[in-house]
């Protein structure tokens, strides 16, 4: 099992292993985050536990002008994004 939320906060996010459950492909998912600071612990922390980096912390002007993202892909396939949408 494995949880997601603020150091302030209960997890509001859990991924729980269930029997019979299978992985769906192509599948991501996007978390939004407070400040761009943020996305990069979350970035650190994914490439701690093993992730593979898709895209490094920083802006993405394809998106809009302030979109500050980093992309992920965990130990499932699973893609993972951090966003912060303000400066």
Same mark, same amino acid.
């Given at each position: 099992?494995? $949880?997601f939320g603020w150091a302030d906060l209960k997890p509001f996010f859990w991924i729980v292993d269930a029997p019979g459950s299978s992985i769906r492909p192509h599948l991501h998912l996007a978390f939004s985050a407070p400040d761009r600071?943020?996305?990069v612990a979350f970035h650190t $922390?994914?490439?701690s536990a093993?992730?593979?980096q898709?895209?490094?912390?920083g802006l993405q002007p394809e998106y809009h002008a302030t979109y500050y993202?980093?992309?992920?892909?965990?130990?499932?396939g699973i893609d993972l994004e951090a966003v912060?949408?303000?400066e």
């Amino acid at each position: 099992m494995i $949880a997601f939320g603020w150091a302030d906060l209960k997890p509001f996010f859990w991924i729980v292993d269930a029997p019979g459950s299978s992985i769906r492909p192509h599948l991501h998912l996007a978390f939004s985050a407070p400040d761009r600071a943020t996305v990069v612990a979350f970035h650190t $922390a994914a490439l701690s536990a093993g992730a593979i980096q898709l895209r490094p912390p920083g802006l993405q002007p394809e998106y809009h002008a302030t979109y500050y993202g980093s992309f992920v892909r965990d130990l499932n396939g699973i893609d993972l994004e951090a966003v912060c949408h303000h400066e």
